[in-house]
């Protein structure tokens, strides 16, 4: 595969995944927002959306996507569609119901991936972060290679094609890997120039699980990121402009470039169309080395409501 021919990932399973997609977490924005969003995005090219529960914005997603559908500007099977399973929903027995109620928000009848959002079970109920009196969150004790099983027959069942993990370390995927009959597709895991978290995406790729890397832009505009912001890296600033492209653009096409999978998220229409405009150029391997010498093992996503769970990924070295 050349430099500039990233646009395709293969899955286990033979299934393409498009390596570019749109992440469509946007807790700030509304409905209206989202819609407008995906419209643009499928618009300007992306074939792959990345979706979950807790963004409670999954009907705004499937309401875009019917709109162009019934439009005649896409089909659902051109579509490579992602959804996750929350943290309360682990228990083996709620793993199907949680499925399809992604399905029924997105319209779909189908997903094409489905992910565990992350390790930790919590606590099962209507609340996303159950809370006791005190505040404190409540965790539940069900193992997610439990949890796994239950995916397993939801691929039996037709109701996903891929199944995955998001925020495993590598000693948790070894434990499902070391089980399951259906082995997991792909990790979805922060990565940005300042986390290159090498290592896991080593096993993960030794192990022929592919990688998508959240946060690929490092949260542009966190105030608290204690050093240089990402997009502002002078040495990142100083390759976009001899590539007469956008420091977004770059970094997008780092992770590209490193097999990656990449969900940058954004409302703005402008700056979803220039995000897919990166197949049109490529990074030179001292270029390439320049960003990598930019790793600062720096983590901005650590969870911290479940810092003490015995399922904590991020205690693990990768």
């Known amino acids: 595969m050349s430099d500039r021919d990233r646009s395709i990932i293969r899955l286990r399973s033979g299934q393409k995944l498009p390596a570019l997609g749109l992440g469509t977490y946007a807790p700030k924005e509304s409905e209206d927002d989202v819609i407008r969003a995906v419209r643009a995005a499928i618009k300007s090219g992306y074939r792959h959306l990345?979706?979950?529960?807790?963004?409670?914005?999954?009907?705004?997603?499937?309401?875009?996507?019917?709109?162009?559908?019934?439009?005649?500007?896409?089909k659902r099977e051109d579509l490579f569609i992602t959804s996750k399973l929350w943290n309360t929903c682990h228990r083996p027995d709620l793993v199907r119901a949680s499925l399809k109620k992604s399905m029924d928000d997105l319209g779909l009848k189908y997903l094409d991936m489905y992910l565990i959002h992350w390790p930790m079970g919590l606590k099962e109920g209507e609340a996303f972060h159950p809370k006791d009196e005190n505040g404190k969150i409540l965790f539940s004790e069900v193992d997610y290679v439990d949890t796994w099983k239950a995916l397993e027959d939801c691929v039996d069942e037709g109701l996903v094609k891929n199944i995955g993990v998001s925020n495993f370390s590598s000693r948790q995927i070894k434990r499902i890997l070391e089980v399951a009959r259906i082995k997991p597709c792909n990790n979805?895991?922060?990565?940005?120039?300042?986390?290159?978290?090498?290592?896991?995406?080593?096993?993960?790729?030794?192990?022929?699980?592919?990688?998508?890397a959240?946060?690929?832009?490092?949260?542009?505009?966190?105030?608290?990121?204690?050093?240089?912001?990402?997009?502002?890296?002078?040495?990142?600033?100083?390759?976009?402009?001899?590539?007469?492209?956008?420091?977004?653009?770059?970094?997008?096409?780092?992770?590209?470039?490193?097999?990656?999978?990449?969900?940058?998220?954004?409302?703005?229409?402008?700056?979803?169309?220039?995000?897919?405009?990166?197949?049109?150029?490529?990074?030179?391997e001292d270029e390439m080395q320049q960003i990598f010498s930019l790793n600062k093992d720096h983590r901005l996503n650590i969870e911290e409501i479940a810092l003490d769970h015995k399922y904590y990924p991020f205690n693990d070295p990768f």
């Open 50 to 74: 990345d979706c979950a529960a807790i963004y409670r914005n999954e009907r705004a997603v499937g309401h875009a996507i019917k709109q162009l559908i019934v439009e005649g500007v896409i």
């Open 188 to 212: 979805q895991v922060e990565i940005h120039v300042h986390l290159a978290n090498q290592k896991l995406v080593d096993y993960c790729h030794e192990n022929g699980i592919t990688v998508t």
């Open 214 to 284: 959240y946060s690929p832009l490092a949260a542009p505009g966190n105030a608290s990121v204690p050093f240089t912001p990402s997009l502002e890296e002078p040495v990142i600033k100083e390759i976009a402009q001899k590539k007469k492209k956008t420091p977004a653009q770059v970094i997008i096409r780092f992770l590209l470039q490193r097999g990656l999978s990449v969900i940058p998220k954004s409302v703005t229409v402008e700056r979803i169309e220039e995000n897919f405009q990166v197949f049109d150029f490529s990074l030179s």
